[in-house]
């Protein structure tokens, strides 16, 4: 058991350097730097560079050293005084650009997870309750709808719906008057009445997912003999489903959630652009569009953690519910 | 169990990987790969203009380069002749005649009444710059609510709100007083004056004069850290200029070469002001009083104390440190010149501005300008967003970003969404330009018998004859182009009645086949394609960037299809990602690029598409790189290369060398132009907005819509 938590928490540092590494290198795999963007904008006021002045920038910005140097300099940063390095495009400190938008990305993902949570176990144990009923069929195609289209078609449909029928453009977390304001009861509240349709956007997929895997778990275990038992012995049908099978129906479903966690926060990208969310998203496409390498390598840091945590808390999890695997780790 | 901890590593590098491919792709990433600010917007700017001949015609009649004070100009009846845009052309103007009394806004009343800033008489120089509006002395009051896309999107507000020492009249071409109110030249055009008003301040109070100037001149433009590479503009004869204060309001500056586009350049984007260029330590002048605080020369302890309190704030250096103080766009706290002042930086979701009470310009009625109390600018992270809220009527004016090929869902919505639509046309701009490269024989791939029809000029003519341009014309741009040449416009003194290359833009197959078969084209193969001499087939090779402003891979794809089918000669799509095509014409690589030309009138002051001087690169890399070592090309580009030099040193030879330069590149067929003067920026104006020029011609080099005056529009009835 210690052994395996040991050699988890091992491959987790190794999982985490690899991902700065990948990161790091694939930032760096386009032609040219942030100095070639930049004197291409020269150019294009007619303004000459020429190879001194190139390099002298390049010296500047500390780029005229090789690959590895530049990535041990980053890493050693970040492991020794936290710090992910500076924005060249925001001429800012990394960890000041992105603090509010991961802050705002972490809490639409946990939202969103609740938001899965809510309507899909439910809806999961109605429909295996109610097989090959009404409502068992409604979800199941709703949920095949959810699962089929992607995501940041779901966006722009209820863009253009919300546009059409409400004349209400959507995008952003906070109306005008918040979004700059600091944090108060008045701007939760705010934020929570923008956040739904990014949260039904990302849930969408995840709960048709988690409505299938539920109702499959619950059909396996309501055939089960003890079921057949608990009826026979005269318990109420709701406690008969809720006190057992639902139990272990719903183990799945925890660990699934770590799971969902990379897809929400990839997902948050692309969405994130197509709604204009002020999340870490559109800021890390910028970012690479821009060559602006330590901005972009310090997202992708960020999210690559979050995921490798995720992964770890749902071993962990998965260890506590499922002696199976504790005994296969020892 | 080690499957899910796999598949999340698998998955970030996936993520990673995605978007890097996406970025590769995504149309805004022109935009930003140009990062910061100004280019964003040189780029941003895709080609066009109908305006026709137009707005640089009366250019050509007024070289205002060397002289002495303030120029008046509103439109001309030239201007409306040559028929700018529909209805009536209404231009501002500065007027000459100073106001009896002055007044102010609300606003700033109130806060002169709380003692917060003093009266107005306080705040107002001398002498304001007094401006006549388009239309009508407008009311205080109002948001001018925009859109913009992040914070390399700068140009955005750097645009409308000049802090140039001098600037442009609406026509893009006369300079006009600004924050300067007078300047001189003498004859050799090689020692300027600028005179600033007396009594200019700060946004925060502070006084304005040529301690400004000489701050910036001493401290920054001469110091290694923060300008390792001083902008090409402030040299001459490879040395930097000469600034002198002659006193507080005048300042000298004094070159080793004959410099008469000094000035011009000077009231264009090139040098402009610290509002645009302070955050690459360039701007001519900067906030000294404010900066000082920040710089190792007047803080003691010197560099490690400067250094120390930049790292203590996470640069990791003071100068890095210091362009960020000075970048006001970022730093609210950064005093400023402008009419509209920052008070939320633009690295936040909401960029917010609010009325410089300081601001130097009233209208013709004595009321300090601007308008408009503030500007605030939502985020929209990408264009979709963006143009759904223009849709929707939430922006006050916007051009940037606008779509043109959303117009008609935006004319759907005009009367939902209470705006109207204007087009800001750049005048003679090419959309997709053929430049055909005439240095290719010395590259690396280059074959001497190819190369020796690219560098004919009946070839070129006779391919441009091929060219069917209406068809590219409806096909892309919705028949919103024009299929004229460079040179519409202009009289060819030789042909009169027509322009030069004229008959060349015109669809003639027959006369171009003849060309070609005189030339020694005249054998063909079994599918009919030309052969050249050698009995090897003819194929041109069209080397366009993909997922740049326009579908270059599209055009380009129809023309070489229009040449195999009118002309027999061959041609070869070359598409590639951005950097890797503009890679090929740094190598010279590239036969033939395909890619916009800004407006003829910024031909010499941005040389970069038709010329083949400096950064200049697509008809000749080779040729103006040697230019820089004082080697001329031969023939018709050392001839660009002469007169391009000429007018960089004599200023009155600017104006006249314009039109001579544009003019060989259309005798020479070179560019070989396909649509031209598509609309710019697709403006959605609500309809309560008055004093927006009709028509207002684009540019980036005045900075439109800076040659509009934002300062003097108003909202009649407030935000609606």
């Known amino acids: 058991m210690l052994n395996f938590l040991i050699r988890r928490t091992v491959f987790m540092f190794v999982a985490l350097f690899a991902v700065t590494v990948i990161s790091f290198f694939i930032i760096n795999l386009p032609k040219g730097d942030y100095v070639t963007a930049y004197i291409a904008q020269l150019q294009a006021t007619g303004s000459l560079v020429d190879a001194d002045e190139a390099s002298n920038l390049r010296k500047f910005y500390g780029l005229d050293r090789p690959l590895y140097i530049q990535y041990l300099k980053w890493i050693s940063q970040i492991v020794l005084e936290q710090n992910l390095g500076f924005s060249f495009e925001y001429n800012q400190p990394v960890t000041v650009v992105i603090a509010e938008r991961l802050l705002l990305t972490i809490i639409l993902a946990i939202a969103t997870i609740i938001f899965i949570w809510i309507f899909a176990i439910p809806i999961g144990i109605i429909s295996a309750v109610k097989q090959y009923s009404f409502w068992d069929y409604l979800f199941t195609f709703l949920g095949f709808i959810g699962l089929a289209i992607p995501d940041f078609m779901i966006a722009l449909i209820m863009m253009y719906l919300f546009f059409v029928w409400f004349d209400f453009s959507p995008g952003g977390l906070f109306s005008p008057e918040f979004s700059q304001a600091a944090w108060s009861y008045a701007r939760v509240m705010d934020l929570i009445e923008h956040m739904w349709i990014p949260i039904v956007v990302l849930g969408t997929a995840g709960t048709a997912q988690l409505i299938r895997i539920t109702r499959a778990n619950l059909l396996d275990e309501l055939a089960k003999p003890y079921v057949v038992t608990a009826r026979a012995k005269g318990l109420s049908e709701w406690k008969v489903i809720a006190k057992y099978p639902v139990r272990i129906a719903l183990n799945p479903a925890i660990s699934l959630t770590a799971y969902i966690l990379p897809f929400l926060i990839s997902g948050s990208v692309i969405v994130g652009v197509v709604l204009s969310l002020p999340t870490v998203g559109p800021m890390l496409v910028k970012a690479l569009v821009a060559q602006d390498m330590y901005l972009a390598g310090g997202i992708i840091l960020l999210v690559g953690f979050m995921t490798v945590i995720g992964t770890f808390i749902s071993d962990l999890l998965l260890l506590w519910i499922d002696p199976r695997i504790r005994f296969e780790g020892s | 169990m080690f499957r899910k901890f796999q598949f999340g590593l ?197 006084d304005f004069n040529t301690d400004d100037i000489m701050f910036w001149v001493d401290n920054m433009l001469s110091d290694e850290e923060i300008n390792p590479s001083p902008p090409a503009w402030a040299k001459s004869g490879g040395e930097l200029l000469k600034f002198t204060a002659l006193d507080k309001e005048t300042i000298q500056i004094n070159s080793l070469e004959p410099y008469g586009l000094l000035i011009t350049l000077i009231a264009s984007v090139v040098v402009a002001g610290p509002h645009t260029r302070g955050d690459g330590g360039d701007g001519l002048y900067a906030p000294s009083h404010y900066l000082k605080q920040f710089h190792p020369n007047f803080i003691d302890g010197g560099v490690a104390a400067a250094n120390a309190a930049a790292e203590a704030e996470g640069y990791d250096n003071w100068a890095k440190y210091f362009l960020f103080k000075n970048h006001a766009n970022a730093n609210p706290d950064s005093p400023m010149m402008t009419a509209w002042k920052v008070t939320q930086p633009i690295t936040s979701e909401q960029w917010a501005l609010e009325r410089n009470c300081f601001y130097y310009a009233v209208d013709t009625d004595g009321q300090q300008l601007p308008y408009m109390d503030y500007v605030v600018l939502d985020l929209a992270e990408n264009l979709e967003v963006l143009n759904l809220k223009a849709i929707a009527g939430e922006y006050t004016v916007q051009g940037r970003h606008i779509d043109l090929s959303k117009l008609a869902v935006f004319k759907e919505n005009s009367d939902k969404g209470n705006y109207r639509i204007q087009f800001w046309r750049q005048p003679e701009s090419g959309i997709a330009n053929l430049y055909i490269n005439e240095d290719w024989g010395r590259g690396p791939n280059g074959s001497p018998e190819l190369a020796s029809f690219l560098t004919n000029k009946d070839f070129r003519a006779a391919l441009s004859m091929g060219t069917e341009r209406d068809e590219i014309n409806e096909v892309f741009f919705l028949g919103l182009g024009e299929v004229g040449g460079l040179c519409a416009g202009w009289d060819d003194p030789n042909n009169p009645g027509k322009y030069i290359g004229e008959d060349y833009v015109q669809f003639n197959p027959d006369a171009a086949n003849a060309l070609l078969d005189a030339m020694g084209l005249d054998k063909r193969d079994s599918e009919g394609m030309r052969l050249m001499p050698s009995g090897e087939k003819i194929v041109v090779t069209h080397s366009v960037a993909v997922a740049a402003f326009e579908d270059y891979e599209g055009i380009d794809g129809m023309v070489i299809e229009q040449w195999r089918q009118n002309l027999g000669v061959d041609g070869k799509l070359d598409a590639q990602e951005r950097s890797l095509w503009s890679g090929r014409i ?18 010499i002051i941005t040389p970069n598409h038709l010329g083949m001087v400096g950064a200049g690169g697509f008809i000749a890399r080779v040729s103006a790189t040697d230019h820089l070592d004082g080697i001329y090309a031969d023939g018709w580009m050392g001839e660009w290369q002469r007169l391009y030099d000429e007018a960089v040193s004599d200023g009155s030879k600017y104006a006249p060398n314009l039109q001579r330069v544009v003019e060989l590149n259309c005798e020479n067929v070179n560019p070989i132009t396909t649509v031209m003067n598509k609309p710019t920026y697709t403006a959605i104006i609500k309809k309560n907005v008055h004093n927006v020029p009709n028509p207002l011609p684009f540019s980036y080099h005045a900075q439109t819509s800076g040659n509009g005056f934002p300062e003097t529009w108003w909202l009649e009835g407030g935000n609606q």
């Open chain 2, 10 to 206: 698998v998955l970030v590098a996936m993520l990673s990987m995605g978007v890097v491919a996406m970025s590769c792709s995504d149309e805004e990433a022109e935009e930003v790969t140009n990062t910061t600010n100004a280019s964003a917007a040189a780029k941003a700017a895709p080609p066009a203009a109908k305006a026709a001949a137009k707005a640089a015609a009366p250019a050509a009649k007024a070289p205002k380069v060397v002289e002495t004070s303030k120029t008046t100009k509103a439109a001309t009846a030239d201007d409306q002749a040559a028929g700018l845009g529909e209805g009536d052309v209404s231009w501002p103007s500065l007027s000459d005649s100073m106001p009896s009394s002055f007044s102010e806004s609300p606003l700033c009343a109130a806060q002169a009444a709380a003692g917060t800033i003093p009266a107005l008489e306080d705040r107002l120089p001398d002498n304001p710059l007094v401006i006549s509006p388009a239309e009508s002395i407008g009311e205080y009051g109002g948001t001018w609510f925009r859109g913009f896309t992040g914070p390399a999107d700068g140009q955005n507000m750097e645009r409308p709100m000049k802090d140039h020492l001098l600037f442009f009249g609406t026509n893009m071409t006369d300079v006009q007083a600004n924050i300067g109110e007078s300047w001189t030249s003498n004859a050799d055009a090689t020692e300027f004056t600028i005179t600033l008003r007396k009594g200019l301040k700060w946004s925060d109070g502070d």
């Open chain 2, 586 to 603: 740094d190598t010279n690589e590239a036969q033939l690029n395909s890619w916009e030309s800004s407006g003829r009138a910024g031909a």
